[in-house]
């Protein structure tokens, strides 16, 4: 699955430097481009473009989901690495948006960006109405209060508590899982596809969310920041609540593998011909080091 990948990743790329704008009032593209280009895995996009592979769907408007996947990602990055909020200094390797440019024109180029990303998901020609407002309300149930906006929300009210282990799930469900959750449910929604294979992937993407965000807990405790490209060690310094504070390291690993047990137990239910792309990323998901 690395070609598949790869190529997929370079379509992703390509795609955001064709819609992200240059020209823009007081070079306001600049800090946007920054954010979004030369870097990332875009774990988001590939979930969307396997999803739609999965269910044989339109790879047009499964692009352009997978680009406002990635901004809606981007510009939630830009706002949490600002003072207000994680007050974090590096991202992807290098200086974070707002040590770049300026918090000001940081908060601007994030809220640009979340703009941007429902411009994508509306073209006037190519992509049926219905479509465009199934894509707008998943991306947009996923980001707000009820999702990642919500979960962000609880993280800053529980620095320096100890949560149990369902509030911990409720917490990342919001901050993290849902706009995975949604990668996968919106590459779905370019295709037609039955309700039975629709909640299969919705409790894959569950699943996947959340050990997303289990193996980040682990990784900000074993790696450093130059393998991290960002601050390693951060969350403890800041006294957050992690996996690995709840669990300690080797039972964050366990809990870990269990979720993506699910991830495919999920995947094999779904009655979908082809989800190897889907099944993959699972495992890199879990077995990634950075």
Known sequence: MGRWVRSQQEAVEQALVRWVPERTPADLGEPMRYAVTGGGKRLRPLLVLAACEAVQGDPDAALRAACAVELIHAYSLVHDDLPCMDNDVLRRGKPTVHVAYGEARALLAGDALQALAFELLTPAQGV?????????????????????????????????????????????????????????????????IARRAREALARYGAALGLAFQVVDDILDVTQDSATLGKTAGKDAADDKPTYVALMGLEGAREHAGQLLEEAQQALAASGLADTRALAALAQMVVHRTH
């Open 128 to 192: 049926p109405a219905a479509t465009q407002a199934e894509l707008c309300r998943l991306l947009a149930c996923a980001a707000g209060a009820q999702g990642m906006a919500g979960g962000q929300a609880i993280d800053l009210a529980s620095v320096g508590r100890r949560l149990s282990e369902e509030q911990l799930r409720q917490m990342h469900r919001l901050k993290t899982g849902a706009l995975l959750q949604a990668s996968v449910l919106m590459g779905a929604a370019c295709g037609v």
